[in-house]
C-alpha cells in the first residue's frame, strides 16, 4: 500500500511538473510570436502627455451611459476632486510607433507606500477615456488605477474609422493584428513600467476589461505572470458554441464590416 502511495504522489508531481513547463512554453513561444510582429524595439521611455479633453469614439451618435461604467460608484470621501491625481503619459517601445496612451489615477499621497494597482482596458469603439467612473472608483478606494487606448482607438486612431479599416486590412491583407494581439504586447510592455513605480506593489497588480478589452486581459495574464490576477467582464468567445448552436451573430453584427467586405471582394 505505501508503494502504492508513493508511486500515485511520484505520478501526481510529474503531472505538475509537466503542466507548469508546458505553461511556461506556451508562454514563451507567444511572447515570442508577439516579439516577431513589432518594428523595431526601442528602450521603454516614458512622455508626459495632456488629458484628452474630446475623446475619440468610433460610434454614431457617441455613448453617453454605461451601467457597468456606473456599477462601482466611488468610495465617499471628502473633496475627493482635490485629492485625485491624474497621470497622463506615453510609453514609447517600438521605434516606428506612436506611444503607447496611458491614464492613471490615485489618491495624492499614495505614492509614499506600494499599493496594488489595477489596469482597465476598454471595450470595441471606446478610449481609456471612457472607463474613468471605474478608475475613479478604485482610486477612492486606495488603488492604482490604470487604463489604456487599445490600438486603434483613443488618441491611437485618427478617425471615426480607424479600427473598421484596421480589422479590414488585417482580413485582407494580414498586415494589422487589431484584434487582440497588438494590444496584449503593449500590456507586457505596461507590466514593464508598473513593476518600476515606487508607488505600485509589483505582486498586486490586477487587469480586468470589457468585452474587447477583457479578450485583451486573457491575453496579456497568459503572456505576463505580472498580472498576478485577472477577472475579464465578457472577456470568452467561444466560436464553436457560437456556430453550433446558431449564436454567431452578435458576433458578425460587431464586426460586419469585415464580412461585408470579404463578400464584396469575392463577388
Request: glycine letters at 4%; aromatic letters at 10%.
Amino acid at each position: 500500500m505505501e508503494n502504492e502511495h508513493a508511486a500515485a504522489a511520484s505520478a501526481a508531481v510529474t503531472i505538475t511538473t509537466t503542466a507548469v513547463v508546458d505553461a511556461e512554453k506556451i508562454r514563451s513561444e507567444f511572447l515570442d510570436f508577439l516579439r516577431r510582429r513589432r518594428s523595431a524595439e526601442v528602450p521603454l521611455t516614458v512622455e508626459p502627455a495632456t488629458p484628452v479633453l474630446n475623446p475619440l469614439y468610433q460610434e454614431d451618435p457617441p455613448p453617453t451611459f454605461s451601467e457597468a461604467m456606473e456599477s462601482c460608484p466611488r468610495d465617499k470621501i471628502d473633496n475627493f476632486k482635490e485629492l485625485l491625481k491624474e497621470e497622463n503619459l506615453y510609453l514609447h517601445t517600438e521605434e516606428s510607433r506612436v506611444g503607447c496612451p496611458v491614464l492613471i489615477l490615485s489618491l495624492k499621497g499614495s505614492e509614499d507606500q506600494k499599493r496594488p494597482a489595477v489596469v482597465f482596458l476598454h471595450s470595441t469603439h471606446k478610449c481609456k477615456e471612457w472607463l474613468r467612473p471605474l478608475l475613479e472608483a478604485y482610486a477612492s478606494r486606495g488603488y492604482i488605477a490604470i487604463a489604456i487606448d487599445s490600438r486603434y482607438h483613443g488618441e491611437r486612431a485618427n478617425s471615426k474609422t480607424t479600427y473598421r479599416d484596421a480589422l479590414v486590412s488585417s482580413w485582407k491583407n494580414g498586415d494589422t493584428m487589431p484584434f487582440l494581439f497588438d494590444t496584449a504586447w503593449d500590456l507586457v510592455k505596461l507590466a514593464d513600467y508598473l513593476t518600476h513605480r515606487e508607488d505600485i506593489d509589483p505582486k498586486r497588480i490586477g487587469i480586468t476589461g470589457e468585452s474587447l478589452g477583457g479578450m485583451h486581459a486573457w491575453f496579456a495574464a497568459a503572456a505576463d505572470t505580472r498580472y498576478a490576477v485577472v477577472v475579464p467582464i465578457i472577456g470568452v468567445q467561444g466560436f464553436r458554441w457560437a456556430i453550433d448552436n446558431d449564436k454567431w451573430q452578435g458576433r458578425v453584427d460587431s464586426i460586419k464590416v469585415v464580412f461585408e467586405g470579404d463578400f464584396k471582394s469575392m463577388n
